[in-house]
T-cell receptor, first 115, second 117 residues
Framework: GNSVTQMEGPVTLSEEAFLTINCTYT??????LFWYVQYPGEGLQLLLK?????DKGSNKGFEATYRKETTSFHLEKGSVQVSDSAVYFC??????????????FGSGTQLTVLP | GAGVSQSPSNKVTEKGKDVELRCDPI?????LYWYRQSLGQGLEFLIY????????KSGLPSDRFSAERTGGSVSTLTIQRTQQEDSAVYLC???????????????FGQGTRLTVV
């Protein structure tokens, strides 16, 4: 089956620190990979995505590279800000025969950035 | 509407009562998902609908849970005889699925926070 394993939280960093949140996956088929973010009091929203091996998704200074050989999609940011405090979810989707793609989510990682 | 709309935003109910949660997806989106997010937990898939295909109910935790989608648009998730362990945030998402698209982003609603007392 499909599964996503991501770094346990919570993660607490000082402003301008480097961020890495690890994510690895198992999937039947060739998945698309996503990072979603949930800011306090808001719904989940897509942060970035990658659809094939070696693709790099990027948005708001965050990056993640689709690594097929290591089945990973680690999220990185060079210099975090207080406003990046949120819960981050790694996810994959794989087309299932005769039906829509279904997202599988990791457990989420709470990030707190201190000023 | 502009986004996925869920109602109510908060629901407090007594143990044993039935509840209905509503999701209004983005217009034109053929795929609709329900997820559950318990406190401190990740997202648990419940059910999804795609067009006129039979729904995938493989994530529903018990037969107390059911969902329907009328006219390919609005969906209702029903929990019968609620239990305290049903307390969670219930999230709905929709996506556009069409042939030729290599991947489709899911758009989430704000969720319904259900508290069973």
């Amino acid at each position: 089956g499909n599964s996503v394993t991501q770094m346990e939280g919570p993660v607490t960093l000082s402003e301008e620190a480097f961020l890495t949140i690890n994510c690895t996956y198992t999937a039947t088929g060739y998945p698309s990979l996503f990072w979603y973010v949930q800011y306090p009091g808001e719904g989940l929203q897509l942060l970035l995505k990658a659809t094939k091996a070696d693709d790099k998704g990027s948005n708001k200074g965050f990056e993640a590279t689709y690594r097929k050989e290591t089945t990973s999609f680690h999220l990185e940011k060079g210099s975090v800000q207080v406003s990046d405090s949120a819960v981050y979810f790694c996810a994959l989707s794989v087309r299932r025969l005769g039906s829509a793609r279904q997202l599988t989510f990791g457990s989420g990682t709470q990030l707190t950035v201190l000023p | 509407g502009a986004g996925v709309s869920q109602s109510p935003s908060n629901k407090v109910t007594e143990k044993g009562k039935d509840v209905e949660l509503r999701c209004d997806p983005i217009s034109g989106h053929t795929a609709l998902y329900w997820y559950r997010q318990s406190l401190g937990q990740g997202l648990e898939f419940l059910i999804y609908f795609q067009g006129n295909s039979a729904p995938d109910k493989s994530g529903l935790p018990s037969d107390r849970f059911s969902a329907e989608r009328t006219g390919g648009s609005v969906s209702t998730l029903t929990i019968q005889r609620t239990q305290q362990e049903d307390s969670a945030v219930y999230l709905c998402a929709s996506s556009l699925v069409a042939s030729g698209l290599s991947n489709t982003e899911a758009f989430f609603g704000q969720g319904t926070r259900l508290t069973v007392v």
